[in-house]
C-alpha cells in the first residue's frame, strides 16, 4: 500500500502561481511513476504531468512551459507541481498518483491522493 497525501491548493487570481505538494508514505520503493491529474467540475480526470523513478518527465500540452513537476528527494517521498502563469480554465481538483509496483504479479496499480482544490480567479 502507498498513501498519498496533497497540499498546497487554494485560491489565486489570474496570471499568479501555485505550488503543490504530495507526501508518499508506504511501499515507496515499489514506486514506478508519480503524477498529477486534474479534475474539472462535471468533466473526467486528465493528466496534467507526471515523473519516473529515472526522473523522466510528461507534460499535457495544456500545461507545457507553465506547470512544472520535480521530485522532492530519490526516495519518492515528494513530488511538487509549481503552477505558474494560472489561467481560470486551469481551476479544478488537483491529485497526486502513484503507479506501484505489483507485489506478486505483473504490473502496477495505481494509488490516489485525496485531492487539493485550486480556483484561479479571473
Known amino acids: 500500500q502507498v498513501q498519498l497525501v496533497e497540499s498546497g491548493g487554494g485560491l489565486v487570481q489570474a496570471e499568479g502561481s501555485l505550488r503543490l505538494s504530495c507526501a508518499a508514505s508506504?511501499?515507496?520503493?515499489?514506486?514506478?511513476?508519480m503524477g498529477w491529474y486534474y479534475q474539472a467540475p462535471g468533466k473526467q480526470r486528465e493528466l496534467v504531468a507526471t515523473?519516473?523513478?529515472?526522473?523522466?518527465?510528461?507534460y499535457a500540452d495544456s500545461f507545457k512551459g507553465r506547470f512544472t513537476i520535480s521530485r522532492g528527494d530519490a526516495r519518492n517521498t515528494v513530488i511538487y507541481l509549481q503552477m505558474n502563469s494560472l489561467k481560470s480554465e486551469d481551476t479544478a481538483v488537483y491529485y497526486c498518483?502513484?503507479?506501484?509496483?505489483?507485489?506478486?504479479?505483473?504490473?502496477?496499480?495505481?494509488?490516489w491522493g485525496q485531492g487539493t482544490q485550486v480556483t484561479v480567479s479571473s
Open positions: 508506504g511501499r515507496i520503493g515499489s514506486i514506478i511513476a
Open positions: 515523473i519516473t523513478r529515472a526522473d523522466s518527465v510528461n
Open positions: 498518483n502513484a503507479k506501484v509496483e505489483r507485489p506478486y504479479s505483473p504490473g502496477w496499480a495505481d494509488y
